[in-house]
């Protein structure tokens, strides 16, 4: 079974853009969470969307956003980038709920120029 | 809401030695407990999860650890420390009702001397 996959794996940007990273889950998940890690504030839950649903949303600003398609594939876009949304953009997925294991992506490492 | 501490940002152990990462949890309801391993420029890899069902959870890579109530703590251990185990672990914690949401810890560097 293939794992989580994640695109693009690295990017760089310069402050005020917007920018897009794809999650494609494992197949027959139905469960997709975003975190971003950064050295200082470690691993922060971003948001979880379920069957197309946003399921969950961590505490960050409305630039962050995201969605997911039917086939469970998900999306999350930044906009108007700040140099303090450099980090790593880890994605989950899972089968169902809080009980079920999380496999993650190898992650999108953003730079923010 | 949940909350998970770890106890030293940085471990070091003599290949061979006992590893023991900490982890002490808050949960006002039962929690899911989970201990991830992250290598350099990669994801999180699952160790062990806790679900409720037997309180010393096994997992790979011979690590295991312990669910403790009382004592608000889901332990790591592995008997013997191998070079390859140098990584950052993290343990995290979920709720029935947060879906599939995980608050971590702030994660434990450990090394590993030959």
């Known amino acids: 079974k293939a794992g989580v996959t994640q695109t693009p794996r690295y990017l760089i940007k310069t402050r005020g853009q917007q920018v897009t990273l794809s999650c494609s889950p494992i197949?027959?998940?139905?469960?997709v969470s975003w975190y971003q890690q950064t050295p200082g504030q470690g691993l922060q839950f971003l948001f979880e969307?379920?069957?197309?649903?946003?399921?969950n949303k961590g505490n960050f600003p409305g630039r962050f956003s995201g969605r997911q398609f039917s086939n469970s594939r998900s999306e999350m876009n930044v906009s108007t980038l700040e140099l303090g949304d450099s980090a790593l953009y880890l994605c989950?997925?899972?089968?169902?709920?809080?009980?079920?294991?999380?496999?993650f992506g190898p992650g999108t490492r953003l730079t923010v120029t | 809401a949940q909350s998970v501490t770890q106890l030293g940002s940085h471990v070091s152990v003599s290949e061979g030695a006992l590893v023991l990462l900490r982890c002490n949890y808050s949960s006002s309801v039962p929690p899911y407990l989970f201990w991830y391993v992250q290598y350099p420029n990669q994801g999180l890899q699952l160790l062990l999860k806790y679900t409720s069902a037997a309180t010393l959870v096994k997992g790979i890579n011979g690590f295991e650890a312990e669910f403790k109530k009382s004592e608000t703590s889901f332990h790591l251990t592995k008997p013997s420390a191998h070079m390859s185990d140098a990584a950052e672990y993290f343990c995290a914690v979920s709720i029935e009702t947060s879906g599939s949401r995980l608050t971590f810890g702030e994660g434990t560097q450990l090394t590993v001397n030959p």
């Open positions: 197949s027959g998940h139905r469960s």
């Open positions: 989950a997925s899972s089968f169902m709920g809080a009980s079920y294991e999380q496999y």
């Open positions: 969307y379920f069957s197309e649903t946003q399921r």
